[in-house]
């Protein structure tokens, strides 16, 4: 079996067997790493989409991020599906550091993505509000940027979801679209 296969087998049986035993995380980690199913720190990439799954987050303090965008690639993705404690996690591992200029943030995944209730597929379990209010509040303690992209995201959310983007603008308010040339500066030739 490939080693790449190896740990996002790992990733998906650590999840069934937190589901399925009364295992803990430790146990259930090394029986998995007794049979060579450790997911591996090279293969990051390679299952970055399972990311929220609690199969993959007991194995987050195992991993180490060598590589910047790999770590960047997981914080966003778990602002994405709204996994605020795999992002805190992750997050006082390795703080990582965003290029607002050059590089998408967690909150512009945030704001992307935003709904009042996130359901994790793969699990079971449907995690109400108590995440967006963690992302909502880590956004406004560390004094969230307002960029471009920012406005874009907000911008697509007040066309789609209208519900999420009321919910968006009463947290940040400064996000607010009033016409659409505020938001994008493009000028054409």
């Not at 080693?3 to 937190?18: C, F, H, M, Q």
């Not at 029986?31 to 390679?46: F, Y």
Request: proline share 3%; net charge negative; charged share 25%.
């Amino acid at each position: 079996m490939l080693p790449e296969v190896k740990s996002i087998l790992g990733i998906i049986l650590a999840r069934d067997y937190l589901q399925a035993t009364s295992l803990n995380e430790q146990e259930i980690m090394m029986r998995l790493s007794n049979v060579g199913l450790k997911p591996s720190s090279k293969h990051i990439a390679s299952f970055s989409g399972l990311a929220s799954l609690k199969g993959f987050t007991m194995w987050l303090e195992t991993l180490s991020f060598d590589e910047p965008k790999d770590a960047k690639a997981l914080l966003n993705e778990f602002a994405s599906k709204g996994a605020y404690k795999a992002f805190s996690d992750l997050n006082s591992m390795v703080g990582a550091e965003f290029d607002l200029e050059t590089e998408l943030d967690p909150f512009y995944f945030f704001i992307k993505n935003y709904s009042s209730m996130t359901l994790h597929f793969g699990d079971i379990n449907a995690y109400e509000q108590k995440d967006n209010a963690a992302f909502i509040n880590y956004f406004k303690v560390s004094g969230v940027k307002i960029k471009p992209q920012h406005r874009r995201a907000i911008f697509k959310r007040k066309i789609s979801e209208q519900d999420a983007y009321k919910a968006l603008i009463s947290h940040f308010p400064e996000l607010k679209v009033e016409n659409v040339d505020e938001f994008f500066s493009l000028s054409c030739l």
